[in-house]
C-alpha cells in the first residue's frame, strides 16, 4: 500500500490549503509511484472541482507521522 500525498488549495482562496491522502496498492519506487501517480491525481481533482492540486508526493505506510 502507498499512500498519496496530495496539497490542495481552494480555487476561491488560495490561501487556504490542505492535504488529503489517497491510498492505493502498488509495488513500485518512489519514482516509479511519482509518474504512476498521476491518473489519481487528476482523477482527484476531476470529483473536487473547487480545490486545485498544487503538488502531490508518495509514502508508504511506516512513513506516516504517528500523533504525538
Known amino acids: 500500500m502507498i499512500d498519496l500525498v496530495l496539497t490542495v488549495c481552494l480555487l476561491a482562496d488560495p490561501a487556504n490549503c490542505k492535504q488529503e491522502r489517497l491510498t492505493y496498492q502498488a509495488r513500485a519506487t518512489s519514482a516509479q509511484c511519482m509518474m504512476l501517480s498521476a491518473p489519481y491525481v487528476a482523477q482527484w481533482a476531476g ?3 473547487k480545490w ?5 508526493r ?6 506516516r507521522k504517528q500523533p504525538v
Open 52 to 56: 486545485k492540486v498544487t503538488r502531490w
Open 47 to 49: 470529483e473536487h472541482p
Open 58 to 63: 508518495c509514502e508508504w505506510p511506516d512513513q
